[in-house]
């Protein structure tokens, strides 16, 4: 009889929850508003959001009517029959549900539309579009397209091309991007702030736009064309470019960059004008993350190939900085007279691949110094041997002999008096490394530190903590930490 009573109550909307407990209670899923209910349905998956329809009259058609679409081409992975018949399914799925929803405003738009083999890319990619499209004029806020399988996603440059007033941010997956993409970007979405590219196909070498403040190409991205990218954003505050393809791009326009994290790759043909040129547009940041790959390049006497950054407080760089006895590491330092945090990535696999990659030049001035440093971090991201050759870092006149530090502390390469704190994280491997014992044994325990001031803890990570009130000039202040 209770089975029967909540199917009748169910089956017309009746708010009140039927139990044999509480028969009177009221349901407060039921009892909220219906735009309360329709945001908080949005977060499902589309084929699930049309399966609350029968949960009651209520519930009928809330689904025509939520802000959010999430169009998953996986929902229809556990279905019966083959996996043309379920990628069939899926388009008339999508259509059927743009085609039966109200017209109401989006939030945002997710599609996850992979091509199989079976289908064709052409009429899929067409579909995909239709669909973007019709977010667009439903003034989607945000549009996010995941595309994969076979073939990627041919996006249509078109669908962009009508006013899109809405659209502030974009994230494309394993997306085709030709010309005129990024002009209609600009022109047809005229508020558009944030566009983030991953694994894509970028055929459009220039990247232009009055409005995007976060811009990010990351290196699964694969520019396929000729020539150099060009990239002029006044507005741009954030930068992340990693593609493979391109060499360095031309920045132009780029005054209100604050961070940068990049990637360059030069060749044969790159020229030490182009690294000046490309530096001088990213000499305003307050944060810097620029890494190098490719070719050596020779550096002529007195070039000054690196400007000055003078806001720049947070600075990250990979191996490439270390070649030629720190030749690019110590240009930089000299460069960045605010600095307060350094980090070096050193990653095993650029040692073995490019072992004599980086700037080549005699550096005749080598003291920098360094008045706001307070850390430095060194990152081992694989199994790094030649520890050894970043240690030289902090030591003016190191001799390694057997395995074994020979050190003069009368004299510096550089002065940092705030420097508080040396990290260097390695592997489990590493942690035995007699280069990083020799640097405990030799340069801090010999150098004026006794036992007490080591605290030792072996937990998640083994920590060697210094306490020091002294300057570099005096001992160096370090923290020495290796995961176990």
Same mark, same amino acid.
């Given at each position: 009889?209770?089975?029967?009573?909540?199917?009748?109550?169910?089956?017309?909307?009746?708010?009140?929850?039927?139990?044999?407990?509480?028969?009177?209670?009221?349901?407060?899923?039921?009892?909220?508003?219906?735009?309360?209910?329709?945001?908080?349905?949005?977060?499902? %998956?589309?084929?699930?959001?049309?399966?609350?329809?029968?949960?009651?009259?209520?519930?009928?058609?809330?689904?025509?009517?939520?802000?959010?679409?999430?169009?998953?081409?996986?929902?229809?992975?556990?279905?019966?029959?083959?996996?043309?018949?379920?990628?069939?399914?899926?388009?008339?799925?999508?259509?059927?549900?743009?085609?039966?929803?109200?017209?109401?405003?989006?939030?945002?738009?997710?599609?996850?539309?992979?091509?199989?083999?079976?289908?064709?890319?052409?009429? %899929?990619?067409?579909?995909?579009?239709?669909?973007?499209?019709?977010?667009?004029?439903?003034?989607?806020?945000?549009?996010?397209?995941?595309?994969?399988?076979?073939?990627?996603?041919?996006?249509?440059?078109?669908?962009?091309?009508?006013? &899109? &007033?809405?659209?502030?941010?974009?994230?494309?997956?394993?997306? $085709?991007?030709?010309?005129?993409?990024?002009?209609?970007?600009?022109?047809?979405?005229?508020?558009?702030?944030?566009?983030?590219?991953?694994?894509?196909?970028?055929?459009?070498?220039?990247?232009?736009?009055?409005?995007?403040?976060?811009?990010?190409?990351?290196?699964?991205?694969?520019?396929?064309?000729?020539?150099?990218?060009?990239?002029?954003?006044?507005?741009?505050?954030?930068?992340? $470019?990693?593609?493979?393809?391109?060499?360095?791009?031309?920045?132009?326009?780029? @005054?209100?960059?604050?961070?940068?994290?990049?990637?360059?790759?030069?060749?044969?043909?790159?020229?030490?004008?182009?690294?000046?040129?490309?530096?001088?547009?990213?000499?305003?940041?307050?944060?810097?993350?620029?890494?190098?790959?490719?070719?050596?390049?020779?550096?002529?006497?007195?070039?000054?190939?690196?400007?000055?950054?003078?806001?720049?407080?947070?600075?990250?760089?990979?191996?490439?900085?270390?070649?030629?006895?720190?030749?690019?590491?110590?240009?930089?330092?000299?460069?960045?007279?605010?600095?307060?945090?350094?980090?070096?990535?050193?990653?095993?696999?650029?040692?073995?691949?490019?072992?004599?990659?980086?700037?080549?030049?005699?550096?005749?001035?080598?003291?920098?110094?360094?008045?706001?440093?307070?850390?430095?971090?060194?990152?081992?991201?694989?199994?790094?041997?030649?520890?050894?050759?970043?240690?030289?870092? $902090?030591?003016?006149?190191?001799?390694?002999?057997?395995?074994?530090?020979?050190?003069?502390?009368?004299?510096?390469? $550089?002065? &940092?008096?705030?420097?508080?704190?040396? @990290?260097?994280?390695?592997?489990?491997?590493?942690?035995?490394?007699?280069?990083?014992?020799?640097?405990?044994?030799?340069?801090?325990?010999?150098?004026?530190?006794?036992?007490?001031?080591? %605290?030792?803890?072996?937990?998640?990570?083994?920590?060697?903590?210094?306490?020091?009130?002294?300057?570099?000039?005096?001992?160096?202040?370090?923290?020495?930490?290796?995961?176990?």
């Amino acid at each position: 009889m209770s089975l029967s009573t909540d199917s009748m109550a169910e089956a017309s909307g009746d708010a009140r929850m039927v139990s044999p407990g509480d028969a009177g209670a009221v349901c407060r899923i039921n009892s909220l508003p219906s735009d309360v209910l329709t945001r908080a349905i949005s977060f499902l %998956d589309a084929r699930q959001l049309v399966q609350t329809c029968v949960l009651s009259r209520r519930w009928r058609d809330l689904w025509r009517s939520v802000p959010r679409i999430n169009a998953s081409r996986h929902e229809f992975d556990g279905m019966a029959g083959t996996e043309e018949e379920r990628h069939v399914l899926f388009k008339k799925f999508i259509n059927r549900f743009l085609m039966l929803r109200n017209p109401v405003a989006l939030d945002e738009f997710w599609l996850r539309y992979n091509i199989t083999y079976y289908s064709d890319p052409d009429a %899929d990619s067409e579909d995909a579009n239709l669909w973007i499209r019709h977010a667009l004029q439903s003034n989607a806020r945000s549009v996010e397209v995941f595309g994969g399988g076979v073939i990627s996603l041919q996006l249509d440059p078109a669908v962009f091309a009508s006013e &899109c &007033c809405f659209l502030t941010s974009m994230l494309l997956s394993d997306v $085709f991007l030709e010309p005129p993409f990024f002009r209609n970007l600009q022109t047809g979405c005229p508020v558009s702030e944030r566009l983030i590219l991953r694994c894509c196909a970028i055929v459009d070498t220039e990247i232009s736009s009055h409005t995007l403040k976060d811009l990010t190409i990351d290196d699964e991205c694969h520019c396929i064309f000729e020539g150099r990218a060009s990239i002029s954003i006044p507005s741009l505050v954030d930068l992340h $470019f990693f593609p493979n393809g391109t060499g360095i791009p031309l920045l132009e326009n780029m @005054e209100s960059l604050v961070t940068a994290s990049l990637l360059i790759r030069t060749d044969k043909d790159t020229q030490v004008d182009d690294i000046r040129q490309f530096l001088r547009s990213l000499s305003g940041v307050t944060e810097l993350e620029f890494n190098c790959l490719g070719t050596t390049l020779e550096i002529e006497q007195n070039l000054q190939w690196c400007p000055k950054f003078n806001n720049l407080t947070t600075l990250t760089l990979d191996g490439w900085c270390l070649y030629e006895d720190f030749y690019p590491l110590i240009v930089f330092l000299q460069n960045s007279p605010n600095l307060e945090q350094l980090t070096l990535e050193l990653r095993e696999i650029f040692i073995k691949l490019h072992p004599y990659q980086g700037f080549i030049r005699y550096l005749e001035e080598r003291s920098f110094t360094c008045v706001h440093l307070v850390r430095v971090d060194i990152v081992f991201e694989t199994i790094y041997s030649d520890s050894k050759v970043i240690l030289r870092f $902090f030591m003016v006149w190191t001799h390694y002999t057997n395995q074994s530090f020979t050190v003069n502390l009368e004299e510096r390469l $550089f002065t &940092c008096e705030n420097l508080k704190i040396v @990290e260097i994280v390695c592997w489990e491997e590493s942690g035995n490394d007699p280069v990083l014992k020799n640097l405990e044994e030799k340069l801090f325990l010999d150098n004026g530190l006794t036992s007490r001031q080591i %605290d030792m803890v072996t937990r998640v990570y083994l920590a060697l903590r210094f306490y020091l009130n002294q300057s570099l000039e005096q001992v160096l202040p370090a923290r020495l930490t290796m995961p176990v």
